[in-house]
């Protein structure tokens, strides 16, 4: 299994504050990426990165903010959370450099906002 | 835009039965296509993939054939096992981008 990691697993929250979700991978991956995963949806990507202090939009990434200051971690942030935004958040790790352009997946940040 | 469509759920199958779970995609170009499946309680994990019109991916009695000329990518297991059930997803992933695009995602549930 690839070397990915999120926390916390479980999250409860109020309506308004902030929320941060941690992935760290220790495969030295360049890609990284958050996708959530809600009913109905499939998974559906949020914001993603290709290399350090790189990152771009997803489809749906309004409300969301990433940053990436070290290649292992990627950190994605809900400046201030609504109850639209309970889902279960999931982080990927891919290399299309070393001929790796499968994404691995991470076991999930299950959110719930109150 | 890239889409994925892949047929609704539930599907509930008795042990050893052959299981097909149907998906379509529109894409410009030629995009690369897998299969993740998710079993409960955990994160997705590689099922199988192709990355060309022709290929055949293949993994644990699952088979997927890349078919340009039908836009599909089924998943099909000859003899399912209870152990199977879960949750599969089709997606695509164009030759522009390395984000992954996926279906809905179709739940399985094999019987004793």
């Known amino acids: 299994d690839a070397g990915i990691t999120q926390s916390p697993r479980h999250k409860v929250t109020e309506t308004g504050t902030p929320v941060t979700l941690r992935c760290h991978q220790t495969?030295?991956?360049?890609?990284m990426y958050w996708y959530r995963q809600d009913p109905g949806h499939g998974l559906r990507l949020i914001h993603y990165?290709?290399?350090?202090?790189?990152?771009d939009k997803g489809e749906v990434s309004d409300g969301y903010s990433v940053s990436r200051s070290k290649t292992e971690d990627f950190l994605l942030t809900l400046e201030s959370a609504t109850s639209s935004q309970t889902s279960v958040y999931f982080c990927?790790?891919?290399?299309?450099?070393?001929?790796?352009?499968?994404?691995?997946f991470g076991p999930g940040t299950r959110l719930t906002v109150l | 835009g890239d889409s994925v469509t892949q047929m609704e759920g539930p599907v509930t199958l008795s042990e050893e039965a052959f299981l097909t779970i149907n998906c379509t995609y529109t894409?410009?170009?030629?995009?690369?296509l897998f299969w993740y499946v998710q079993y409960p309680g955990e994160g997705l994990q590689l099922l199988l993939k192709?990355?060309?019109?022709?290929d055949k991916g293949s993994n644990k009695g699952f088979e997927a054939t890349y078919r340009k000329e039908t836009t599909s990518f089924h998943l099909e297991k000859g003899s399912v096992q209870v152990s199977d059930s879960a949750v599969y997803f089709c997606?695509?992933?164009?030759?522009?981008?390395?984000?992954?695009?996926f279906g809905k995602g179709t739940s399985l549930l094999v019987t004793p």
């Open positions: 990927a790790i891919s290399d299309p450099g070393q001929g790796a352009d499968t994404q691995y």
């Open positions: 495969e030295n991956h360049r890609y």
């Open positions: 990165s290709y290399g350090v202090k790189d990152t």
């Open positions: 894409a410009t170009g030629y995009p690369s």
């Open positions: 192709a990355t060309k019109a022709d």
């Open positions: 997606a695509l992933q164009s030759n522009s981008g390395y984000a992954l695009n």
